[in-house]
Nanobody, 131 residues
Framework: QVQLVESGGGLVQPGNSLRLSCTAS????????MGWFRQAPGKEREFVAG????????NYADSVKGRVTVSRDNAKQTVYLQMNSLKREDTAVYYC????????????????????????WGQGTQVTVSS
């Protein structure tokens, strides 16, 4: 069955960097779009970044644009989230999500940013930004 496992979270000081990974199994990874979302304490889950099946299309939430890079390695069935210049407000549980790519939505930023676009989710990894 579809499985997504996030890793790489932890405690980091403000201004530092962290790279999250999400390793997939149980489906044809190279045919799926991938998304990263996060949920801070007491807040709703929000979109962070998305990437198309080949990586040619990527989009980001305004709150992280310029500080975060999403990438993928289809041979390793892994998607990454490189986060730089971390802020306290980046503290959250980070989730990866997957959905089979459709030619109709592959380049739609709105599609990537919507939770309901994805049917498969990981369990999340905690990122805490604190001094």
């Amino acid at each position: 069955q579809v499985q997504l496992v996030e890793s790489g979270g932890g405690l980091v000081q403000p201004g530092n960097s962290l790279r999250l990974s999400c390793t997939a199994s149980g489906f044809t990874f190279s045919s799926y779009v991938m998304g990263w979302f996060r949920q801070a304490p007491g807040k709703e889950r929000e979109f962070v970044a998305g990437i198309s099946s080949t990586g040619v299309f990527r989009n980001y939430a305004d709150s992280v644009k310029g500080r975060v890079t999403v990438s993928r390695d289809n041979a390793k069935q892994t998607v990454y989230l490189q986060m730089n210049s971390l802020k306290r407000e980046d503290t959250a549980v980070y989730y990866c999500a997957a959905e089979r790519q459709s030619p109709l939505t592959a380049y739609s930023a709105t599609y990537y940013g919507r939770e309901s676009s994805y049917n498969s989710w990981g369990q999340g990894t905690q990122v805490t930004v604190s001094s």
